[in-house]
């Protein structure tokens, strides 16, 4: 009895020196933080945003940053459409204290805009103000059934110095008739000062003009034990700040015959099914002929079936049995799934996986997803005309269209899938690097998927 004792103990005294070795190893990754270096915010109104309200979808927010001290500020707001006067809207204020410095934050609502008119408008702090801005009120009425476009953009994550307000800017001008943009999280590739001035350097321009929804990343958190969302960002996108549920990350936007919903996948699951509770909820208030969810992690990983069980547990028969279209990041590849019928035919939702960040993963090639990409960024225009939702997928590079699918929705028949993008060959793009074992498994498990699919 004794030598088996001594042999659990050894067995269990080892178990916890791997763990620890283990731990020393991976702290700084799993909850390591990049310092952030000391800075000073400028005093003249900066990092304008323009994104939708609390008061459905004729309603907006802009959002700025000015000084690290509060004082009287206010938006000027200008119909452009007729000859009346600006109208001066008091902003509400907030100081933010991050790691290295003091940021005032202002937001205003405006509520009770015209449709089909075109408004102009400036950010005023302390008697100085930004440039004058403008954005555009869709036509007709948007709580009825009609047509509209937006651009869904995964994770953008850029360096300091990056490519990415270039490839947004190309995808809004090969689609001018966007009329607002989502982006999946990791949008900032870390929460620090120098990182988000990076990330309003790529959305410039459209973030002032195309109302801006992002959900949140796990980039966007601290990495602690347990992870910490800096108030910043709901600082930064104001919808929040009325929309959260506890301490949830959550939003809806109704547009037209759709319900938009964007969810925080980061969170420890006791807050995923207070989320998961909130969804269901809105969706039995609000029903919708389209409901489109945004979420940072796949319910269904393109890496490894068994990543993300914990969002898959708290959403996966939720989405599955309400969602039209689900679209996410995280993996840095691109990735399409949907369910099938017991006759094979494909059935909604629609799961996507993209990405647009310089960053590539490594993917796993499952049989359940119809369709994947790597080696290149992504984006997705979803188009909602009557019975059909359009996905179309672009490589943000070329603009060329590389994924084509429609859901469409007769009145009593059930929804068919109808997959365009057969024709369009699938690419796999990556050079393993000489001596990485991981890489050279990849380029294998590529070639290997390129001979089940025919593909050159």
């Not at 929804?213 to 969302?229: A, D, F, M, W």
Request: aromatic residues 12%; hydrophobic residues 35%; neutral net charge.
């Amino acid at each position: 009895m004794k030598r088996k004792n001594k042999i659990s103990l050894s067995i269990l005294s080892l178990l916890v020196a791997g763990l620890g070795i283990l731990c020393y190893v991976r702290w700084g990754v799993w909850f390591g933080n990049p310092p952030e270096a000391p800075y000073t915010t400028a005093p003249t109104p900066h990092r304008v945003l323009l994104t939708f309200g609390n008061d459905g979808p004729l309603s907006r927010m802009v959002s700025w940053q000015a000084d690290s001290v509060l004082h009287t500020s206010y938006l000027e707001l200008m119909d452009a459409s007729g000859h009346d006067e600006a109208v001066c809207l008091p902003a509400e204020g907030e100081v933010f204290a991050s790691r290295s410095g003091k940021t005032a934050f202002y937001h205003v609502a405006i509520e009770k805009l015209q449709p089909g008119h075109q408004y102009r408008y400036r950010a005023v702090t302390n008697e100085q103000s930004s440039p004058w801005y403008h954005f555009s009120m869709p036509s007709g009425d948007v709580d009825k059934p009609g047509r509209f476009s937006f651009l869904y953009f995964g994770d953008v994550q850029d360096s300091i110095g990056g490519i990415s307000n270039r490839l947004v800017r190309e995808a809004w001008k090969a689609h001018p008739e966007t009329e607002f943009v989502v982006f999946g999280g990791d949008l900032c590739e870390r929460p620090t000062d120098a990182f988000w001035a990076e990330t309003f350097h790529s959305i410039d321009s459209i973030a002032q003009t195309l109302p801006t929804l992002v959900c949140t990343g796990n980039h966007e958190y601290l990495k602690y034990p347990i992870r910490k969302l800096e108030r910043r960002f709901s600082l930064t996108f104001p919808y929040f700040l009325r929309s959260m549920v506890g301490e949830n990350q959550v939003y809806n936007l109704p547009y037209h015959d759709a319900q938009l919903y964007l969810l925080d996948s980061n969170r420890e699951l006791p807050f995923l099914y207070t989320q998961r509770n909130w969804l269901e909820q809105k969706m039995k208030e609000k029903p919708a002929r389209w409901n489109i969810v945004v979420l940072h992690h796949p319910i269904y990983s393109a890496k490894s079936g068994s990543n993300n069980l914990m969002q898959r547990l708290a959403f996966g028969d939720v989405l599955n049995d309400n969602a039209d279209l689900v679209l996410q990041g995280h993996e840095h590849a691109y990735a399409r799934m949907t369910q099938h019928g017991p006759k094979g035919e494909a059935r909604p939702p629609i799961f996507t996986v993209s990405h647009c960040s310089p960053k590539h993963y490594r993917i796993e090639f499952s049989d359940r997803f119809d369709r994947f990409g790597t080696g290149t960024q992504y984006y997705q225009q979803i188009t909602i005309h009557g019975d059909t939702l359009s996905m179309r997928t672009y490589d943000a590079q070329t603009q060329q269209l590389y994924d084509a699918v429609d859901l469409v929705k007769g009145e009593h028949d059930h929804p068919t899938l109808i997959d365009r993008a057969r024709h369009i060959p699938e690419r796999l793009e990556f050079t393993p690097r000489p001596g990485n074992k991981k890489d050279a498994q990849f380029a294998a498990r590529i070639a290997d998927y390129k001979r089940k699919k025919g593909l050159q």
